[in-house]
């Protein structure tokens, strides 16, 4: 008897960089990366605002955890955790903008497809401001060592752990590197 098939993992950020809080994904996967090791099945990648790209970074997973902000009613910086069934038990919303990331309407064309992934947790943080700028307010900033610990701790819930790295090194927030003068003027 041979071993059973890894299961494969994909813990995605989604958001644009350039629109303050709406980082919170990218920013996540970043700071996860420079802390941890993950094992083997496991992909941890910045998506950016995919759209309806999406599909090609989900199929043919097992699992899927999406790092996000979310519209939802509460303070800035709360956390909310939303399982499969949660983000598809309402029809999908039009879409806003091209840059919207589809995450329900993926998760519906691989059901209709071939069924999808089994488990699907979204990991969101309501924004406080998702307007053009580069950095995270301080509610958001502050909650990401909860996002931090819902990622790890489904990675665990899925007998996939991450190991922390003796020394974490330094995540690449390239977006918050600049030679552009503090007040945003140019030279």
């Known amino acids: 008897?041979?071993?059973?098939?890894?299961?494969?993992?994909?813990?995605?950020?989604?958001?644009?960089?350039?629109?303050?809080?709406?980082?919170?994904?990218p920013y996540a996967v970043r700071l996860l990366e420079a802390a941890h090791a993950f094992p083997d099945?496991?992909?941890?990648?910045?998506?950016?605002?995919?759209?309806?790209d999406l599909h090609p970074y989900v199929r043919g997973q097992d699992a899927l955890i999406f790092v996000d902000t979310v519209n939802?009613?509460?303070?800035p910086g709360e956390l909310r955790l939303y399982r499969r069934d949660d983000i598809l038990k309402h029809p999908p919303q039009s879409r806003v903008s091209p840059h919207d990331p589809g995450v329900k309407e993926v998760l519906l064309s691989l059901e209709f497809a071939s069924g999808g992934p089994s488990e699907v947790l979204l990991v969101g943080v309501i924004p406080e401001i998702v307007d053009a700028g580069v950095g995270l307010s301080p509610s958001v900033h502050a909650a990401l060592p909860a996002v931090e610990a819902a990622v790890l701790a489904e990675l665990e819930r899925l007998g996939?752990?991450?190991t922390a790295l003796e020394a974490p090194g330094e995540p690449d927030l390239w977006w918050e590197k600049s030679d552009l003068p503090d007040d945003g003027s140019s030279r």
């Open 1 to 25: 008897m041979g071993q059973p098939a890894e299961l494969k993992i994909a813990v995605l950020g989604l958001g644009n960089v350039l629109m303050k809080d709406d980082a919170l994904g």
């Open 41 to 52: 099945g496991v992909t941890v990648q910045d998506l950016g605002t995919p759209g309806l």
């Open 72 to 75: 939802a009613t509460g303070k």
């Open 160 to 162: 996939r752990a991450a």
